[in-house]
């Protein structure tokens, strides 16, 4: 991301990221990404972590540190979507290129929740 990317107050519900640097990258407090999918492929600084990913999927990270193959990682950002509770699978076409329309389903780490709660804020 170039120096000029804001993500102040924008939510990512579950969409997939690959190959970005969040190093440069404008947030505030608003900004809530906790749900986004991704691989070792996205850089996220230490500083951002309460607000961008989550830590079951920072610690798969740390068991398989390459990024995910096309497949894989189509798996698992389908199986990702499946914590989201207004998810139906019937989407996936939608969201996923033809070739990846059948791919199998990954189950996420166990312990990731999709989170609906406000994110905290150092407001007091």
């Given at each position: ?5 804001n ?13 970005v ?14 749900n986004?999918?991704?691989d070792t ?13 989550q ?22 950002w ?9 998810w ?6 939608i ?20 989170h ?9």
């Amino acid at each position: 991301m170039s120096l000029s990317t804001n993500l102040s107050a924008s939510t990512n519900n579950g969409g997939a990221l690959r190959f970005v640097d969040f190093s440069s990258a404008q947030i505030d407090a608003q900004t809530d990404w906790r749900n986004a999918f991704f691989d070792t492929s996205v850089i996220v600084p230490d500083s951002m972590r309460a607000q961008i990913g989550q830590p079951c999927l920072l610690d798969r990270f740390y068991q398989n540190p390459e990024p995910l193959s096309d497949e894989k990682f189509f798996g698992q950002w389908r199986g990702w979507l499946t914590l989201d509770p207004g998810w139906d699978d019937r989407s996936w076409p939608i969201l996923a290129s033809p070739e990846y329309h059948k791919v199998p389903l990954i189950p996420p780490p166990a312990g990731c929740t999709w989170h609906t709660d406000p994110i905290a804020t150092d407001a007091n």
